[in-house]
């Protein structure tokens, strides 16, 4: 630093873009960066160098063919679910918010029920059904248990319950989250329930329910490993099974994680992509509480936030009374 | 909560057509009673302006009258209909929520807040009921609408998303809206208390128009201005009963209770 000189003139030390301001140095930052940096270095030199890891077994079986079966199994056991999901949910949200207490109830003990049991436990006791109920249906028309209730069949209930279990909860909120003001004008035309449903408060709801239900798929995506347990042929299962085969346990368990990795990223990136273009043209677009609060002013892509917000109710004063 | 309602009661009186004949309503909320037994008469092509402060019942009571609020006592009838009730024989039933649906047709509501669906357009909008609860052809409902939004003056607002209007044009929109419902009865609950200022004017002209057109109103307003000139009926309500009820001249100009004086002074 060197004394001002004496041609300075106060408009140039004060004047925009004269000023050159040195930046505060975050010293820290930098020593922490190095030290992590270094640590990872450590860390992949460990794996890395590891000789009992085959890495070369790892590449050759990423494309193996049972590998890419259980894949198959696992995508599908995923998008399978979440759309049992998705619609069961739907049902048990629109129950819980009946006003038939029947309704209330039932779908009120099922939530209680498959999400207040861990989905690990309900996909044993789907697979081992058949220890209760040997036949399943009514006289003749029944079928053994154990020709219904395949590995997979299992798995698809456990995951489909659990999930609408959770999906309801999601579609609730989101009903929740709509004014009150919609459905009063709707039913105000004459509209019934299930049109005031389906045409003003759903399609409003939608903004508040597919931030979650995206977590709710990259979730369902990795908790579908759990049916392992039972083997369902999913990605998991097989892994472990060609490790079994051969001591390579461990390798075959980082194939099934580069896969789990690849599907969540390509999942996280879809629910990215739905979630900008439903909330499109807003100012602040990230993030989940933005989300809510912007639900009860900004339902449309593309639009000017104040010039329709609801200004707040004016209380009648003098000067308006006048008129 | 009992609805003191008798098959008696019910049966109506009938020597003088009214679109409105409200009796002996009540409805509380709770421990809180709204509205402790009021009357309201409103015949056919004649505005009724519901005045009075806030808390009195105003609003609650216009909402009874379209079964918005279900009433613990009292009958409400439009046009000669019992809302959310039938009578037959000795017996009161209560409707169905489609029946009560289908009665609501009839009532077109306007309300504060506007309510507009912000996920469609002012064209969809309007059209929405007329073609799913009417059934009308598409075609002809979208034709009506253009009518109706070029009554209130927006008809280069067709395409336009509802928060794209301003608060003014959005309450035109809900006007058509409810109108195109082609209503026996409009309601309207604050149309304007919502609005900023300069916007209240447009407001008040769509429905000075329509009272004009022969249009049966009741109106909830803290506009006095309004009330006097468009309004056939006043009825000052305070603390859930209806104090004064007549001409606007008669209540604004010659009040006789203290409490419509006290409260006309505070907001002329």
């Known amino acids: 630093m060197t004394a001002a000189t004496p041609s300075r003139t106060p408009t140039a030390a004060t004047g925009p873009g004269a000023l050159k301001a040195v930046p505060v140095r975050h010293y820290g930052q930098w020593v922490a960066g190095a030290v992590c940096v270094a640590l990872l270095a450590l860390l992949v030199r460990a794996v890395a160098t590891n000789e009992t890891i085959q890495w070369d077994v ?59 049991t861990p989905v690990l436990v309900q996909i044993l006791i789907w697979f081992n059904l058949a220890l209760f109920f040997p036949q399943l249906g009514f006289g003749s028309l029944s079928v053994s248990t154990n020709d219904l209730i395949t590995p997979f069949t299992a798995a698809l209930l456990a995951l489909a319950l659990n999930e609408a279990a959770y999906m309801s909860e999601i579609v609730r909120g989101g009903i929740l989250a709509v004014d009150s003001g919609q459905r009063e004008a709707a039913e105000a035309l004459g509209m019934t329930g299930g049109l005031v449903l389906r045409r003003i408060v759903l399609p409003q709801a939608m903004k508040v329910i597919i931030p979650p239900t995206g977590n709710e798929l990259v979730t369902l995506l990795k908790t579908t490993s759990l049916v392992a347990v039972i083997g369902a042929g ?30 969540t990223t390509i999942a996280s990136a879809g629910q990215a992509l739905l979630e900008r273009r439903f909330l499109r043209g807003s100012a602040h677009a990230k993030g989940r509480s933005s989300v809510l609060r912007r639900i009860a002013t900004d339902l449309r892509p593309g639009r000017n936030h104040d010039a329709g917000a609801i200004a707040a109710p004016v209380p009648p004063s003098e000067e308006r009374g006048a008129r | 909560m009992t609805t003191g309602l008798t098959a008696e009661a019910a049966t109506g009186s009938g020597d003088e057509r009214l679109m409105v004949e409200a009796l002996g309503i009540h409805k509380s909320y709770g ?45 409400v009838r439009i046009d000669g209909d019992l809302v959310g009730y039938r009578v037959k024989g000795e017996k009161v039933y209560e409707l169905p929520k489609h029946e009560v649906a289908h009665q609501r047709r009839g009532v077109g509501m306007v309300f504060q807040r506007f309510n507009l669906f912000p996920h469609m357009t002012v064209l ?12 009308q052809p598409k075609a002809e409902a979208r034709e009506r609408a253009r009518e109706l939004l070029a009554q209130v003056g927006l008809a280069d607002k067709a395409s336009a998303y509802p928060l794209q209007l301003s608060g003014g044009q959005q309450q035109r929109v809900a006007i058509a809206r409810a109108l195109a419902m082609q209503p026996k009865l409009m309601l309207f609950d604050e149309p304007t208390s ?8 447009e407001v008040l002209d769509v429905m000075r128009r329509l009272a004009a057109g022969g249009m049966t109103m009741v109106v909830v307003t803290h ?3 309004f009330a006097r000139e468009v309004g056939d009926t006043v009825v000052f309500m305070d603390g859930g009963v209806v104090v004064e009820e007549g001409t606007p001249a008669d209540v604004l100009g010659r009040p006789q209770h203290e409490r419509t004086r006290s409260f006309l002074s505070k907001v002329l």
């Open chain 2, 124 to 135: 969809q909008n309007v059209i929405e009921a007329p073609t799913r609860v009417l059934r």
């Open chain 2, 223 to 225: 506009e006095i201005g």
């Open chain 2, 31 to 75: 421990s809180l009673e709204v509205l402790k037994g009021v009357d309201l008469r409103v015949r056919p092509g004649e505005v009724t302006c519901l005045l009075g402060p806030s808390g009195s019942g105003k609003s609650t009571l216009l909402r009874c009258l379209n079964h918005l609020e279900r009433v613990d006592a009292g009958t």
């Open chain 2, 194 to 201: 919502a609005l900023d200022p300069e916007l209240v004017g």
């Open chain 1, 58 to 116: 790892i590449g050759s079986r990423i494309f193996f063919d049972a590998i890419l079966d259980g894949l198959v199994t696992t995508i599908w056991l995923t998008v399978a679910s979440m759309v049992l999901g998705v619609v069961g949910g739907v049902v048990v949200a629109v129950m819980r918010l009946s006003d038939n207490l029947l309704l209330r109830s039932i779908s009120g003990a099922f939530v209680w029920l498959f999400r207040g």
């Open chain 1, 234 to 263: 999913d990605l998991l299962t097989q892994a472990q099974a060609v490790g079994a085969t051969d001591f390579t346990r461990l390798e075959m368990l980082i194939v099934a994680s580069i896969w789990y990795l690849v599907l």
